[in-house]
């Protein structure tokens, strides 16, 4: 099957094969029809930690067998993300827990005082208005709203655990992560580095923009990271207009 789908290439599967002919193979060795794919049944695993949760729950969902020789062949047929039909999930937090040694109280100040200021709020409203535009589904929150939740933050809280609770393929299934916003504070699993800790709380921060989906909230989180590193507005403005953005 691997042998054909590397000659077929981007050419996918001749026209007038039936949709119901089960000819695409799984990462379970399983064989899935075009159907099954183009309703979701047969998906590209973008979210290993999910699609195992998926696994372990016998879920009425399968990942595509996308080795490299195939990628080409399964992107002709409109293969989906696992991450891209993933609805929103429900967010489950643990009791609060002591912070990792590392962290002092300076360094939530200096992460609350940065997300209370302005300039990062138009920052941030900048870099989810240009994701927006290339990410179709993503709608960014207006920039008072933005501001309203980034000054209804009052504190970081370390907690004993981060999940995230979806349904998918018939199952409801428990994704362990590693941070979530939750109104007035937020909640983060215990980081070994400062780096880590700057990764998770950006991904808390991107979901508070509005970044429902996995995809939506890895790339905005990339995009806000540099922010934590600008000591001045002007910092700030050098990074959005590299990045093509003007205030």
Same mark, same amino acid.
Request: glycine share 8%; proline share 4%; hydrophobic share 40%.
């Given at each position: 099957?691997?042998?054909?789908?590397?000659?077929?290439?981007?050419?996918?599967?001749?026209?007038?094969?039936?949709?119901?002919?089960?000819?695409?193979?799984?990462?379970?060795?399983?064989?899935?029809?075009?159907?099954?794919?183009?309703?979701?049944?047969?998906?590209?695993?973008?979210?290993?930690?999910?699609?195992?949760?998926?696994?372990?729950?016998?879920?009425?969902?399968?990942?595509?067998?996308?080795?490299?020789?195939?990628?080409?062949?399964?992107?002709?047929?409109?293969?989906?993300?696992? /991450?891209?039909?993933?609805?929103?999930?429900?967010?489950?937090?643990?009791?609060?827990?002591?912070?990792?040694?590392?962290?002092?109280?300076?360094?939530?100040?200096?992460?609350?005082?940065?997300?209370?200021?302005?300039?990062?709020?138009?920052?941030?409203?900048?870099?989810?208005?240009?994701?927006?535009?290339?990410?179709?589904?993503?709608?960014?929150?207006?920039?008072?709203?933005?501001?309203?939740?980034?000054?209804?933050?009052?504190?970081?809280?370390?907690? /004993?655990?981060?999940?995230?609770?979806?349904?998918?393929?018939?199952?409801?299934? /428990?994704?362990?992560?590693?941070?979530?916003?939750?109104?007035?504070?937020?909640?983060?699993?215990?980081?070994?580095?400062?780096?880590?800790?700057?990764?998770?709380?950006?991904?808390?921060?991107?979901?508070?923009?509005?970044?429902?989906?996995?995809?939506?909230?890895?790339?905005?989180?990339?995009?806000?990271?540099?922010?934590?590193?600008?000591?001045?507005?002007?910092?700030?403005?050098?990074?959005?207009?590299?990045?093509?953005?003007?205030?």
């Amino acid at each position: 099957m691997r042998e054909a789908y590397q000659q077929r290439g981007y050419a996918g599967l001749p026209p007038e094969l039936p949709d119901t002919i089960r000819c695409l193979l799984g990462r379970d060795y399983n064989l899935c029809s075009r159907r099954d794919l183009r309703e979701g049944r047969l998906v590209d695993d973008d979210f290993p930690a999910l699609s195992a949760a998926l696994a372990d729950a016998h879920a009425n969902i399968g990942f595509a067998d996308a080795s490299e020789g195939s990628r080409g062949f399964f992107q002709a047929l409109g293969l989906k993300r696992l /991450t891209s039909i993933a609805s929103a999930p429900r967010l489950s937090v643990g009791t609060e827990s002591k912070p990792p040694a590392w962290f002092q109280s300076r360094h939530a100040e200096l992460i609350l005082n940065l997300i209370g200021r302005e300039d990062f709020c138009r920052a941030v409203d900048l870099l989810a208005y240009a994701h927006q535009r290339e990410s179709e589904g993503f709608r960014a929150i207006s920039r008072s709203e933005l501001s309203r939740r980034l000054s209804a933050i009052q504190r970081i809280a370390f907690v /004993t655990g981060v999940d995230r609770i979806y349904t998918l393929g018939g199952e409801t299934v /428990t994704v362990t992560t590693e941070a979530g916003a939750l109104g007035d504070h937020i909640a983060l699993r215990p980081m070994r580095t400062k780096f880590e800790f700057e990764q998770s709380l950006t991904y808390a921060l991107a979901e508070l923009v509005g970044a429902v989906k996995v995809t939506d909230a890895r790339r905005l989180s990339v995009a806000i990271l540099p922010l934590l590193i600008c000591e001045t507005s002007a910092d700030m403005l050098a990074y959005l207009e590299r990045q093509g953005l003007a205030q």
